[in-house]
């Protein structure tokens, strides 16, 4: 790793060797054993009827990192040149991944890391702040996200509901049998054809986007692909192929060569989650997607969704 630094003890900062524009965070043994030790007076459960015992763990975390890993977690995000955080705890044995205090452990870390960085958004799909689901051999859900043996297409989430999301964390809690399936990312500005299609005559056009049945939103929503521009001037971003829906053989033809553009590009980057382990990317100058899984009758893998807005 590159671009090493250290926090007191409590987490290192590093920049990855394969993807400069990712930081890898890790808590140390003793901050993730003391957060545990903080919070074990509180459950799934308690988290989930009680919104505000959200804020409180977000904060134990940070006081435990002397109040730099909130501040730290934000800065990365917002600056447009990274914008994508891999955030892992040091010292979990294959044992402790295998257990049912691991899973729920997890689901409160990643609360809190996301209450560090913002408020999410109510997921729709599960009716909670946060969406579990499993990735198995056999599927028959009606998009692509638990369906183990193709390519997930990079896409920004939140395109089909009104509110703003700026940011997504996805978390893998559990898995076996697994080969492949690794997380894919394409910033932005390494989109080889990006000022193509952002200064295309459609690139600001409002687009219809809905979404099925299994999302439980019952409306549509319009936006153009490229939104607002940033701080900066630049563009960003908010696409999904699977639900949008084109009204006319320009629009359709137009969003074909696009998401043909984005599926080939070479800066495409594929990383790779030990369990507990979460990605938090800014989701407007972030694509991400995830590649097929090997076949086995066997494979199974959970994951952790929240998306949502910054502080």
Do not use: C
């Given at each position: 790793m590159t671009n090493s630094s250290q926090n007191s003890q409590s987490f290192t900062e590093e920049t990855s060797p394969s993807q400069p524009r990712l930081k890898v965070i890790k808590l140390s043994k003793g901050i993730t054993e003391n957060f545990k030790n903080a919070i074990k007076k509180f459950n799934v459960q308690s988290i989930e009827y009680k919104p505000f015992l959200r804020f409180h763990i977000a904060n134990t975390l940070n006081e435990l990192?002397?109040?730099?890993?909130?501040?730290l977690l934000l800065d990365n995000l917002h600056n447009r040149s990274t914008g994508a955080i891999l955030l892992e705890c040091e010292g979990a044995s294959d044992e402790d991944t295998k257990s049912e205090d691991f899973i729920d452990f997890n689901i409160l870390l990643s609360t809190a890391v996301s209450h560090l960085i913002g408020m999410p958004n109510l997921?729709?799909?599960?009716?909670?702040?946060?969406?579990?689901?499993?990735?198995?051999?056999?599927?028959?859900?009606?998009s692509y996200l638990r369906q183990a043996h193709r390519r997930?297409?990079?896409?920004?989430?939140?395109?089909y509901v009104q509110e703003k999301t700026d940011w997504v964390l996805m978390q893998k809690i559990i898995e076996s049998n697994v080969e492949g399936g690794e997380s894919l990312l394409l910033h932005l500005d390494d989109w080889t054809d990006l000022q193509k299609f952002y200064?295309?005559?459609l690139a600001k056009e409002n687009l219809q986007w809905g979404s099925p049945s299994s999302k439980n939103v019952d409306y549509?929503?319009?936006?153009?692909?490229?939104?607002?521009?940033?701080?900066?001037?630049?563009?960003?971003?908010?696409?999904?192929?699977?639900?949008?829906?084109?009204?006319?053989?320009e629009q359709g033809l137009y969003l074909y060569e696009l998401g043909e553009s984005l599926e080939n590009d070479s800066a495409t980057y594929s990383v790779k989650l030990n369990e507990g382990s979460m990605l938090i990317i800014n989701n407007y100058f972030w694509l991400h997607g995830r590649d097929k899984f090997t076949a086995n009758k066997n494979l199974h893998r959970e994951l952790l969704r929240q998306r949502g807005v910054f502080n």
């Open positions: 990192t002397h109040n730099k890993l909130g501040s997921d729709s799909m599960s009716g909670k702040f946060y969406a579990r689901f499993s990735v198995k051999n056999d599927d028959n859900s009606d997930m297409e990079l896409h920004n989430d939140g395109t200064e295309h005559p549509k929503t319009t936006h153009p692909i490229f939104l607002d521009e940033d701080e900066n001037g630049k563009p960003m971003m908010s696409y999904i192929d699977q639900f949008v829906e084109p009204k006319n053989m």
